[in-house]
T-cell receptor, first 114, second 116 residues
Framework: GAVVSQHPSWVICKSGTSVKIECRSLDFQATTMFWYRQFPKQSLMLMATSNEGSKATYEQGVEKDKFLINHASLTLSTLTVTSAHPEDSSFYIC??????????FGPGTRLTVL | GENVEQHPSTLSVQEGDSAVIKCTYSDSASNYFPWYKQELGKRPQLIIDIRSNVGEKKDQRIAVTLNKTAKHFSLHITETQPEDSAVYFCAASMKYSGAGSYQLTFGKGTKLSVIP
């Protein structure tokens, strides 16, 4: 099956700092990648769609200036949480599709903001 | 937009029994319905999916059924084992996005516990 990696797997940072999370498709190319946020014991909530060569599309209620997305190549998308605060602490997961629908997920990044 | 309802939120079964999880969706244009299994702290793993031109799909102990008229689909796990214990999410494809990939809307999840 398709492999999607994420780095780092966990990060602890101080309030006010920025954190970058990388999502890579290891054995296939992805012109689109998706970023989700998952709170404990809750479902996956789509934050934004990352598009290679163009701007990301953000879901309603997601601040694009706070969650910066860059789809640098056909195998790499990054999510930067700027000026992080404790309420940004969560599990962030990316996914990349094969074809038009089947999505494969990265292992996730647990962000803790102190 | 699409809305996916999933029931039950928790399910406990004895080892060897069957488990059924049901989902309904609202957008009749949805045409792809995957199921994911997520163990604590890990990534969601695709376990089975079905497309709208098929009514049923089976893979060993796992099967999915789809009723497009009623807009509901179900996951069936037979001969459950302790390692089936996890949270299961259903999803429905929602809309065209970006370079041709469909976004998924997820149900709230079902925590399945298989009791040895």
């Amino acid at each position: 099956g398709a492999v999607v990696s994420q780095h780092p797997s966990w990060v602890i940072c101080k309030s006010g700092t920025s954190v970058k999370i990388e999502c890579r498709s290891l054995d296939f190319q992805a012109t689109t990648m998706f970023w989700y946020r998952q709170f404990p014991k809750q479902s996956l909530m789509l934050m934004a769609t990352s598009n290679e060569g163009s701007k990301a599309t953000y879901e309603q209620g997601v601040e694009k200036d706070k969650f910066l997305i860059n789809h640098a190549s056909l195998t790499l998308s990054t999510l930067t949480v700027t000026s992080a605060h404790p309420e940004d602490s969560s599990f962030y997961i990316c996914s990349a599709p094969i074809g038009t629908d089947t999505q494969y997920f990265g292992p996730g990044t647990r962000l803790t903001v102190l | 937009g699409e809305n996916v309802e999933q029931h039950p939120s928790t399910l406990s079964v004895q080892e060897g029994d069957s488990a059924v999880i049901k989902c309904t969706y609202s957008d009749s244009a949805s045409n792809y319905f995957p199921w994911y299994k997520q163990e604590l702290g890990k990534r969601p793993q695709l376990i089975i999916d079905i497309r709208s031109n098929v009514g049923e799909k089976k893979d060993q102990r796992i099967a999915v059924t789809l009723n497009k008229t009623a807009k509901h689909f179900s996951l069936h796990i037979t001969e459950t084992q302790p390692e089936d214990s996890a949270v299961y999410f259903c999803a429905a494809s929602m809309k065209y996005s970006g370079a041709g990939s469909y976004q998924l809307t997820f149900g709230k999840g079902t925590k399945l516990s298989v009791i040895p």
